[in-house]
Structure formats: structure tokens, C-alpha cells
């Protein structure tokens, strides 16, 4: 099973990923944002501190190393628009394989910056807590003493910079994948998102 998820920054896609990767058994390709992270290129940095996007070819090299020849897959953040998505189609179709399902965590723009404005995180371990739902127990202060930040991406002008990005450039995924899409209502609790989509995909 090879399976796509597909909603806007703060949507809950890492959580649900996770999830479904351990129910499923499919290995989870990290998302382009982590695998660019995880190379620290200069370059890059610049992109993902503004919200903009990485130049596709570099963003299909890294993802489809990590694909490599798995069997059961679930992507994350990747394919972002439709010119990855017809890349993929042909990276997949030259190996007898094809996307199964692409899952839409709908989420809205307010709910949206809501989550993302009120995430902090520990500069010394990386904990990452949330004002509103996840709270510290000491203002500013992780359990470990480190101190919380807000991240550059979770600022608002930039979150609405990124939802931006999504709405001109990966929205129109849900057209090209309409014959194997899933909506599930992402604004609901984290559970019964799971919920909704183990429900779908059995
Ligand atoms: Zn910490």
C-alpha cells in the first residue's frame, strides 16, 4: 500500500502519519522539510525560512532515495504540487507501482494559525510543547530547563506565507487525485482523526 498525506502546515500529518505507518506497517518517507533539515544545506535553509519552496528536481532526488525499493510506503509533505505529482507517477509507474490513496487532513486557515502561533519549542532538547494544549508547566521552560522559543516557521506572517504556498500549489492535488481521495474533518481530535482514516483505508 502506498499512501499520500495531504494538508496544510499545523493539519496534525506528522502525528497521523506516524500512526498510520505503525498500524499499517509502512515505512515512512520523511517529509522534504525533515530530509533537508537533516542535510542542513545552506541553500535550502533559505527556502524553509521564508515559506517558499524547494526547486522541485532537488526535492524528487532526496525523496526518491529514501523510497528507494520499498513495497509499502507513506509519503509526507511530498508530492506539493502537480508537477511532483507526475514526476512520482512516473518514478512509481517505471516500477510497477502506484500511489493507493492520497488522505486530505481539511483543516481551516484560522484553526490553522491558532496551532502554529501557540507552538513552542525547547532550544535544548527539542521538546515541543503547545500554549493552549499542551502547555509547560513553568512559563517559558521545558521539563529538561531549557528554554522555549517560537520557531522563525511557526511566526504568523509566515504561516500565512506557507498557507499561502499550499492553497496556490498543492490544493490543486485534490483535483488531480480525485479518484483516490480521502477527506477527513482535520480539525477534530487527534484520535478520532485516526479514527476516520483507519476506517477509509480498511
Ligand atoms: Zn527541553
Do not use: W
Amino acid at each position: 500500500m502506498i499512501i499520500l498525506i495531504i494538508g496544510p502546515p499545523g493539519s496534525g500529518k506528522g502525528t497521523q502519519i506516524e500512526k498510520i505507518a505503525k498500524k499499517f506497517k509502512l515505512k515512512h518517507i520523511p517529509s522534504p522539510g525533515d530530509l533537508f533539515r537533516k542535510i542542513g544545506d545552506e541553500e535550502v535553509k533559505k527556502y524553509l525560512s521564508t515559506g517558499r519552496l524547494v526547486p522541485d528536481e532537488l526535492v524528487a532526488k532526496l525523496v526518491f532515495k529514501e523510497i528507494d525499493d520499498a513495497e509499502n510506503f507513506i509519503l509526507d509533505s511530498y508530492p506539493r504540487n502537480l508537477n511532483q505529482a507526475k514526476t512520482l507517477d512516473n518514478f512509481l509507474a517505471k516500477r510497477n507501482k502506484k500511489l493507493d490513496y492520497v488522505i486530505y487532513l481539511k483543516t481551516g486557515e484560522k484553526e490553522i494559525i491558532k496551532r502554529i502561533t501557540n507552538r513552542r519549542v525547547c532550544v535544548k532538547c527539542g521538546k515541543i510543547y503547545n500554549l493552549i494544549t499542551n502547555p509547560p508547566k513553568e512559563d517559558e521552560k521545558c521539563e529538561c530547563g531549557g528554554k522555549l522559543i517560537q520557531r522563525e516557521d511557526d511566526k504568523e506572517e509566515v504561516v500565512r506565507a506557507r498557507m499561502d504556498v499550499f492553497r496556490k500549489y498543492t490544493e490543486p492535488l485534490l483535483e488531480y487525485y480525485k479518484d483516490r481521495l480521502i477527506v477527513i474533518d482535520g480539525e477534530q481530535p487527534v484520535d478520532k482523526v485516526f479514527e476516520d482514516i483507519c476506517e477509509k483505508l480498511q
